[in-house]
């Protein structure tokens, strides 16, 4: 059977970095509250005329020459955003334009943090069913025109970021994807949302000022029932193969709060050596996170030929998932 494999990764971050003492001067909150908290200590905001499908090219570019692959050789591209350039149409149009990827067929996908683990599955299945050889998967969030200013509970939290993976088959049966395992939840979608600028609550003067446009979340909530799924859905994947926790060699994590992850590896038995963590740096960049966290343990020579390598990520809607690699 064709698997499919990471051939190349690579991230991009803004050169404006914007810190707790930055936002001390803006709000009401401290960098001890907020590192303690989340462990966020500060995080990367895009420049003025920066736009998403900017940020994703820059780090698909490093995927692609990581993988010795040519944009002209992709044959599908996929973005996992909530903050495209403009509602329509879609970030991975502009992407594909920029990137001169003239074969490939491009669309976004929609899952909040979990988006790049979303497109991982699907790219994962295009190469196993050889519908597709080479499959770039992004994902590229620029939050910080999204989130509500004067919301110190969450405002603090989130960065512009993207991330890129490179998919292509390889017939190695002990390298590549294992398996992946996706879970959505509509009825818990009132804790993570943006409710205005849609259909039900069309773009209107009552919205902006409002702000319904903007960021709205249960922290509590949300952290209750993050650290519940990612834990089942990590051992989903583990029983789902005949592993237990122990095999795990390397966790990579979307990062939304650094609580949640020591808490999900804690309860799972797995030493928090094993978790790449950077949200000290970027934040909360959604579905950016993800690829971002594998592309520096990969370049920093971590991930090794044969580890097992366990991925998770969940975001508003709910959605989440995981994945299991083999390195």
């Not at 494999?5 to 003492?21: C, D, E, F, V």
């Not at 990581?66 to 350039?85: C, F, K, N, R």
């Not at 994807?177 to 939840?185: C, E």
């Not at 594998?294 to 969940?314: C, S």
């Amino acid at each position: 059977m064709t698997h499919s494999h990471i051939l190349g990764t690579g991230a991009y971050a803004p050169s404006r970095i914007l810190t707790n003492h930055d936002l001390e001067k803006i709000i009401n909150t401290s960098d001890a509250w907020i590192v303690e908290r989340t462990g966020i200590k500060q995080r990367h905001i895009a420049a003025d005329g920066e736009v998403t499908s900017d940020m994703a090219v820059a780090a698909a570019r490093k995927a692609l020459e990581m993988a010795e692959t040519t944009p002209a050789e992709l044959d599908m591209i996929i973005v996992g955003t909530i903050s495209p350039d403009m509602p329509m149409p879609s970030c991975a149009v502009f992407v594909q334009a920029k990137l001169g990827a003239t074969r490939a067929f491009a669309f976004d996908l929609s899952a909040a943090c979990a988006g790049s683990l979303y497109g991982l599955t699907i790219a994962d299945q295009f190469i196993r069913s050889g519908r597709a050889k080479r499959v770039l998967v992004i994902g590229a969030e620029l939050l910080s025109r999204l989130v509500d200013w004067e919301d110190r509970s969450s405002c603090v939290l989130f960065g512009d970021a993207a991330g890129a993976m490179v998919l292509g088959p390889t017939p190695d049966p002990e390298r590549g994807l294992i398996s992946t395992h996706l879970h959505s939840d509509g009825t818990a979608a009132g804790a993570l949302m943006i409710p205005g600028g849609g259909s039900k609550h069309p773009q209107s003067e009552e919205v902006l000022a409002k702000r319904m446009n903007k960021i709205a979340m249960n922290g509590r909530e949300v952290y209750k029932y993050a650290t519940r799924a990612l834990q089942d859905v990590i051992l989903e994947a583990l029983a789902a193969n005949g592993l237990k926790p122990g095999a795990i060699d390397h966790v990579i994590s979307h990062q939304a709060n650094v609580r949640i992850v020591e808490s999900v590896v804690d309860r799972l038995g797995i030493p928090r050596e094993k978790c790449w963590l950077n949200i000290d740096r970027y934040g909360n960049t959604s579905s950016a996170s993800l690829p971002i966290s594998l592309d520096e343990a990969n370049r920093a020579g971590r991930l090794k030929p044969g580890d097992l390598v366990a991925m998770m990520a969940i975001g508003a809607g709910m959605a989440w998932g995981s994945a299991l690699l083999r390195w």
